[in-house]
């Protein structure tokens, strides 16, 4: 017994880093436990609500399904739940009215036929987009609800008597959610959404600055395999991956912040379109972001002896950039608006700077050619980097081939290596790619901060406050447009 | 009343729409309505099931709910709710023994305690990410009956036949449902996914082209706005975005189509695991293609007067990589094993044609920088078309800065651009991107292939037959590999 299985652990560390991600998660599990044992009080209470007990499976089935997570989800569902509810009842009443005042065959023959027709119809109408992104679930209830009155009541002949009780019970579960999640430890979608779009901004910059230390690495990795990559790797993945990932996530918190009105005390309204749209141009943002990681993992690599040359303008706009990113997301994290001078003078400083040094190496691009004869020449001796690359790549081919047996596809495979290795021009390309993904980004940075600059103004973030932050950089050179 | 209001016409034409893109939709809705009303009529057979219409409640909501769009989707549901069901039945039964035999008191403050720890426990389990993801539903399902049992029977004292009456009723829904969705024109999840795979290989292949048509296209466009754009851009934009977004949608089709298992019969197994490697190996390659698209987007653009020298050889290039992905698209829409000449000679001769187009063009990269002075020096006369672009674009800028009232970045933002344009290297580097992500592409489709010929040998494609295909071209250059 003291012995737990592997599995069993396993399970168990899983179970502690769920709540280890975020401890809320713990408070919402115990929040829904008191909301059931309340729910569950209603029984031992029939002395003085007769009419309850009977119905408070609805109270319990209510309890259980609307609780959600965070506030503004608790309040959709419990609205979609309460109108779905009434207005199915509504017409259910209406049916059974019609269909009692036909007779007995022809009153059934008229419920069959508007169940048939109900049903499709809802099921139907879950398949606009628009319904099934705000109404699916009320659709759901309505469905239910409807069909359950209209059925039982068939025979019953006590339909308001049943829907009031009904209402009554659900009113009392969807009171006892609202309780537990606007006032007992409330957890807010529009916090959520708000931190994800600091972090996400935290994550790009992040994972810019991974990326060129890792172009720029001195050591050649390639023997040690992956294993000591795997950090950085993993690094520049998550960091763009976590926004390329968020769209659902994000509409998903920012149609759930529309119904918590707590946020509109602050200012006119919660911007939660804004923090979209501010998503989306990140998303925008970060397809460059995924280029550029691209240029590390390309095939075709230009080799370190000249990738080295541009390391420290690299590097340097970069890193200005990457400041930028750090002030964006400081300035949403603190809600108030950011530097005037984001576009700092750094900034250009580093673009002429890189560009001044491509400049004065323009053998790169002419003499690549001149370059890759003389290695030609020596191949066999002492093979350069990028031939070890090639030659590895291609080995890594061979190897899976080979293994999948596909012979046929082996020679093609090796030849098309071969016109690879003869593209001489494609040695200075890959790095021409990603200085141009450098500049690319600095152009794009505008637009991310045009949006954030306007979530500043609708959330009425504060004033930027320039005694707080202590800038250490004099600016190198000013350039007065005309 | 015959003339709707606008409103009215826009749901209506919406309404239709959705049937439109998806005309089983309209038949998953009639088959919900037809269950509905089978299920109505165990009301009817009241005489023969005494016991059955009292719980008959429970039948309805099992068809509502579980009864999906797809057969795979219906089995998991109807599983995890039986399953639930079942599960939750026996514990409450035995809680309900326990507090039977420890007085009422005693039993009152047990069963309360046990409500509190299977809705926390329960309720926290459903973030743990696996269970989330297979069994959130079943969860829920399980935390619903069991409090409903255990509070129920509290008063009622006769939990077995209660259990017996629900697991009865819930069996017919299930079982209606699975009538309706496995019998009654079957909606497959494996076949949308087969479906989905190859469509996203074709979008990518006109998007391609779409993005490669573009970026050479004669007439200068800045001016008539992104009107005429529109058009080419949507298609370019879909392309990839479909890829990009099939994540969700497609673990979703690969998880339910699991539970098909009339799939197995064709062969070992339905391979959806190869399904999902095959659709993450097209977005690593359509990262490639987002990339491409920025080229046509990004603010700095090579002259056109220069891009039109390496027209031909780029066209040809992405027509060669089009014509692949085409032909991996036909091979899995037709289930036989792609063309053993899948990369073709014509490939690696586009490869080399645009190799050498470059090569014979070095003053691009060498002289991009005496170019440059020339057109400064008569910038004013008369602007090439790169200036316009810059000029455009700063305009525009401006015009937003100066709408939102933000002079102090009015300043900058011309600066910013003034270093940008005399970045005179810049001019050539975005081709040189464009070039390189060609290229990346070819590099790229190797992995592509692996991962499609590896789904035909998994999923028991047929032999590939040459006597179908039709080839016109004759091999340029045949390059034999060491």
């Not at 109408?125 to 239910?144: A, E």
């Amino acid at each position: 017994v003291l012995k737990l299985p592997k599995k069993m652990k396993k399970i168990l560390k899983n179970l502690w880093n769920v709540g280890k991600e975020d401890p809320r998660r713990v408070i919402h599990a115990m929040k829904v436990g008191v909301a059931l044992t309340l729910v569950s009080l209603l029984y031992l209470m029939e002395p003085f609500f007769k009419g309850v007990v009977k119905n408070a499976l609805w109270a319990v089935m209510t309890v259980v399904v609307v609780l959600e997570f965070s506030a503004g989800a608790t309040l959709r569902k419990g609205l979609n739940r309460g109108l779905g509810t009434i207005i199915a009842g509504s017409l259910a009443f209406f049916i059974e009215w019609v269909a009692i005042h036909s007779g007995k065959v022809l009153g059934g023959i008229f419920i069959g036929t508007s169940i048939f027709l109900i049903g499709s119809t809802i099921t139907y109408m879950r398949f606009i987009p628009y319904i099934k992104k705000n109404y699916d679930y009320g659709m759901l209830v309505f469905l239910l609800t409807f069909n359950l009155i209209t059925v039982s009541s068939y025979r019953v002949d006590t339909v308001i008597k049943i829907a009031h009780a009904r209402l009554y019970t659900i009113g009392i579960g969807i009171g006892i959610c609202l309780v537990m999640s606007l006032l007992v430890f409330p957890i807010w979608s529009g916090d959520d959404l708000h931190k994800s779009t600091f972090t996400k901004l935290q994550g790009l910059s992040r994972c810019i600055e991974a990326c060129v230390h890792e172009y720029f690495e001195d050591k050649e990795r390639d023997q040690e395999s992956s294993d000591s990559e795997s950090d950085d790797e993993d690094l520049i993945y998550k960091g763009y991956k976590t926004v390329l990932d968020s769209k659902s996530a994000d509409e998903a918190l920012a149609m759930f912040a529309k119904w918590e009105l707590r946020n509109t005390r602050l200012c006119h309204k919660f911007p939660s379109q804004q923090y979209i749209k501010v998503g989306s141009v990140l998303r925008k943002f970060s397809y460059t972001v995924v280029a550029l990681h691209g240029c590390l993992q390309t095939e075709i690599q230009t080799p370190r002896s000249i990738r080295i040359l541009f390391k420290d303008p690299c590097v340097r706009l970069a890193g200005e950039i990457c400041k930028v990113l750090s002030e964006l997301s400081e300035s949403i994290q603190n809600r108030r608006h950011c530097s005037p001078e984001i576009l700092s003078d750094s900034l250009e400083a580093a673009l002429k700077d890189l560009n001044s040094t491509i400049k004065s190496q323009p053998k790169l691009f002419l003499g690549s050619n001149l370059h890759r004869q003389t290695v030609e020449q020596n191949d066999t001796v002492s093979p350069l980097p990028l031939n070890s690359v090639v030659s590895l790549s291609s080995l890594r081919s061979v190897k899976k081939s080979a293994a999948t047996g596909e012979k046929r596809r082996l020679r093609k495979q090796l030849s098309k290596i071969a016109v690879m290795k003869s593209l001489e021009f494609s040695e200075a390309l890959p790095f021409a790619a990603f200085a141009s993904l450098l500049m690319e980004m600095v152009a794009r940075l505008d637009t991310v901060i045009d949006e954030v600059e306007e979530l500043g103004t609708i959330a009425c973030f504060k004033e930027y406050d320039k005694t707080v932050e202590v800038r250490v950089e004099k600016p190198v050179n000013l350039v007065v447009g005309d």
